[in-house]
Every structure is written in C-alpha cells, then in structure tokens.
C-alpha cells in the first residue's frame, strides 16, 4: 500500500519544541521532492517547508524560517521536520507530502497544539 504516515505532533508550550516525522511506505522517496504543509482552524492548507529530491534545495515559508528545519534521509525513507520556538500561530494540523511529475501522495496529518 502506498502511503505517508506522520508522527510526533503533540501538545507544547510556547518556545518549546516538537519534531515530526513521515514515513513513506509502498514506494521509495527517492524520487520525489517532498514537503510540508499545515491548516489551522478556518485557514486553507499552505506550505511551510520544501526540500528537493536530493536534499541540496530547501525551501521555508517566511513564517517559519530560522524555527523549522526540514530533512529527509532516503536510506530510511523517512522525512522530517524539526520546529524550534513554537507559537500558537503554528497550531495546526500539519501534513506530508511526496510528488514528482507522475504521483502526489500525503499523509493524513498530524496535530500540532502550541498553548500555555
């Protein structure tokens, strides 16, 4: 089964930290630019951070540039985003998303909750 599943969202304070992770499964990841996307509450889904097939281009929505880092290690075929200094702007659900010019697959989100 081809598919996307993200982990690691949760509950955190403001300032604090949280890493999410996306496993793909039923096709290699290699071969797809992969990125990041989130939808709060009454908002559209956007972009908050891409990253090329190869790694060497990244790409932050200026909301989240200097707080989140994207990454992915192809041998485990996994992608990651890191998000430092969280605010409660950030609360959303935050999804994953693999495609190139033949396949767009994405996860079925993860919530991401930043509150005192």
């Known amino acids: 089964q081809l598919q996307l599943v993200e982990s690691g969202g949760g509950l955190v304070q403001p300032g604090g930290s949280l890493r999410l992770s996306c496993a793909a499964s039923?096709?290699?990841?290699?071969?797809?630019?992969i990125g990041w996307f989130r939808q709060a509450p009454g908002k559209e889904r956007e972009g908050v951070s891409c990253i090329s097939s190869s790694g060497g281009s990244t790409n932050y929505a200026d909301s989240v540039k200097g707080r989140f880092t994207i990454s992915r290690d192809n041998a485990k075929n996994m992608m990651y985003l890191q998000m430092n200094n969280l605010k409660p702007e950030d609360t959303a659900v935050y999804y994953c998303?693999?495609?190139?010019?033949?396949?767009?697959?994405w996860g079925q989100g993860t919530q991401v909750t930043v509150s005192s």
């Open positions: 998303n693999a495609r190139n010019w033949q396949h767009d697959y």
């Open positions: 039923g096709f290699t990841l290699d071969d797809y630019g």
